[in-house]
């Protein structure tokens, strides 16, 4: 079972590869969340990952000793919200369960560190198998859509996707 824990400066020029061969190129072919056939730009840079470290935002890694074998940014929105994105797993890794530790610890950061009781994501709206994927573990189509975030051709929309979060105190 990996170590999950919050993202160091340090530890950034390590995950930055990660990310990337998890999105896109041909490596992330070997994955089944890829967006390699949508897009070809780099899927991010070490000055953006930097951002997501600290303040109103944690970038929580899956470690195995000390390869880092995915993971996956949350922030907090305000007013109970918080947004999960950047999920990623090495993509000869996935199908083995990180993905689903991942979302855990995001979703415990989310209610224990921002005190959110929901939280959402956006999902490609053509990636139907990675959205029915999110399905399985929770998470609804909110009905909104919204644009790519940077313009491409053909443009791309996004699907908006919500779960409610629960204090696992308050199960039954």
């Known amino acids: 079972m990996p170590t ?3 993202a160091t400066p340090t530890d950034l020029p390590r995950l ?9 190129g ?10 390699a056939d949508l897009l070809s730009d780099t899927r991010t840079d070490l000055a953006t990952l ?3 470290i600290d303040g109103d935002s ?7 000793g000390d390869t880092i074998l995915g993971c996956v940014n949350v922030a907090n929105r305000g007013e109970g919200l918080a947004y999960l994105g950047l999920l990623c797993v090495d993509p000869q890794l996935q199908a083995g369960g990180i993905g689903k530790q991942l979302i855990a610890a995001a979703e415990a950061t989310a209610r224990d560190t921002f005190a959110a009781t929901r939280i959402e994501m956006t999902v490609i709206d053509r990636r139907v198998e990675l959205i029915a994927w999110y399905e399985r573990h929770g998470y609804t189509r909110s009905g909104e859509t919204r ?3 940077v313009p491409v051709d053909p443009p791309l929309t996004m699907a908006v996707l919500v779960k409610p979060l629960f204090d696992q105190q308050q199960l039954p």
């Open 4 to 6: 999950i824990r919050p």
């Open 16 to 24: 930055h590869p990660v990310v990337e061969r998890a999105y896109r």
């Open 26 to 35: 041909d490596s992330a072919r070997q994955g089944w969340t890829h967006e």
């Open 50 to 52: 930097a951002t997501l």
């Open 58 to 64: 944690r970038l929580l890694i899956a470690l195995d």
């Open 147 to 149: 644009p790519f975030p």
